[in-house]
């Protein structure tokens, strides 16, 4: 297992201390939900309808960010959207929790979705086919260290310390955008030659051609983007209707143990990661999507039914095996089939369909609360599972044939 992460290029070794940098800083949103309802003060429908409208505002921020990086580099979008966010952190610190601290929070989390398709798009930038799985794996690897701590920490200093959760948030951006600045250089692009001879990557455009048009020649990326939509809808339940139940259980103390719950979301990333990526490296990217999306139907049905912390801590280890099935090989996945002319307006567009599915859980699901949780995880559960044996039994072409699933 250890042989995957030797041998790297350097610059994948920089983006994952960065990454971890910053990972063990990420103390707020995955608090927001405890932040808007037990520091500001809002019902339920009104944090599904806030974050689902803040998740909204990110598309646009994806769109944009995605067209600067082909036309003005990955490394300058990164500096302005790591400043901008880490400035609303530090103005949040700096008042108490009310309607404004809501506002700075999402203006924040805009700013930063800005640079979401850049770590991506360098990470295939810096990797080739033979490496590509490894670098992928362990990125992932060092964001989920940090995020194992961070909302253990964050979860016991919750009550009392909320300032400074923001500052060392704000911080631990500042320090990683440092790191960045001083390691990574803008990739230089390949040679029209270098890019007929890419494995899995059908065709080479010129980078005016528009992005629809690449994507009609390439429809197994709407297809996956689609099936992640459902898989991305129910997942979002975890940061939305978990803590919330979690709530209604334990009462006060259900935020030290929701604290508790996703510290063993990130340990459970870190110990199956390598063994996983290790064990399933010959197994196509399509069929592993598929698995995690069983994963997490099991793992949503165990919620339903959880009455005590084991309970959920079981259910939060399967959808853990899900989740690294699904987010590493996803990721490959796009990192193999889109052409480099057009890799960051895609891995900026295809997010937004994603994303869209996260955006509209916390408010779609807000909205039903009254149905009951059992119930609620029982729906959910059945979309990701319908969602996987789609995409297992879709017929592709022969023209699909030429990518790699």
Avoid at 9 to 26: A, E, F, R, T
Avoid at 168 to 178: F, G, K, Q, T
Avoid at 207 to 233: C, D, E, G, N
């Amino acid at each position: 297992m250890a042989n995957l992460y030797l041998k790297l290029p350097n610059k994948i070794y920089v983006l994952c201390i960065c990454m971890l940098i910053n990972g063990l800083g990420n103390f707020v949103l995955p608090l927001i939900t405890f932040i808007f309802k037990l520091k500001i003060g809002y019902s339920e429908q009104q944090i599904g309808l806030i974050i689902t409208l803040f998740i909204i505002c990110q598309a646009p921020c994806l769109i944009i960010g995605g067209k600067l990086i082909d036309h003005y580099g990955r490394k300058p979008l990164m500096i302005l959207s790591y400043g901008l966010a880490a400035i609303c952190y530090l103005m949040c610190s700096l008042i108490e929790p009310s309607t404004l601290m809501a506002v700075l929070i999402i203006l924040a989390s805009v700013f930063f979705s800005i640079s979401m398709p850049v770590l991506n798009t360098l990470i295939t930038d810096f990797t080739n086919k033979d490496n590509r799985k490894g670098s992928f794996s362990l990125m992932y690897l060092a964001n989920n260290i940090g995020f194992s701590i961070a909302p253990l920490l964050g979860g016991l200093m919750f009550a009392s310390y909320l300032n400074v959760l923001f500052i060392i948030n704000a911080v631990s951006m500042i320090i990683s955008l440092i790191l960045f600045c001083i390691f990574i250089q803008e990739p230089v692009s390949r040679t029209y030659e270098e890019k007929e001879n890419q494995e899995g990557i059908a065709d080479v455009f010129s980078s005016k051609k528009s992005t629809l048009a690449v994507l009609a020649r390439h429809p197994i990326l709407i297809v996956t983007a689609a099936v992640m939509f459902i898989y991305q809808f129910s997942y979002s339940q975890w940061g939305f209707l978990l803590p919330l139940q979690m709530v209604d259980q334990f009462s006060d103390g259900g935020t030290r143990l929701y604290g508790i719950v996703a510290g063993v979301n990130g340990v459970a990333v870190i110990l199956l990661t390598p063994f996983l990526t290790y064990r399933l490296r010959n197994i196509g990217s399509i069929k592993l999507i598929v698995s995690g999306g069983v994963c997490y139907a099991a793992a949503f049905l165990v919620f339903g039914f959880a009455d005590a912390i084991s309970i959920f801590v079981a259910g939060i280890i399967i959808m853990t095996l899900g989740e690294v099935m699904i987010v590493m090989n996803y990721n490959i996945f796009l990192a193999n089939n889109v052409p480099e002319s057009h890799r960051g307006r895609i891995l900026s567009l295809l997010p937004i369909i994603t994303g869209a599915g996260y955006a509209l859980g916390p408010v779609v699901v807000g909205k039903y609360t009254y149905m009951g949780y059992t119930v609620l995880w029982i729906l959910l559960g059945m979309s990701v599972f319908l969602a996987a044996v789609t995409l297992r039994i879709i017929p592709f072409s022969k023209k699909q044939r030429k990518y790699q699933l």
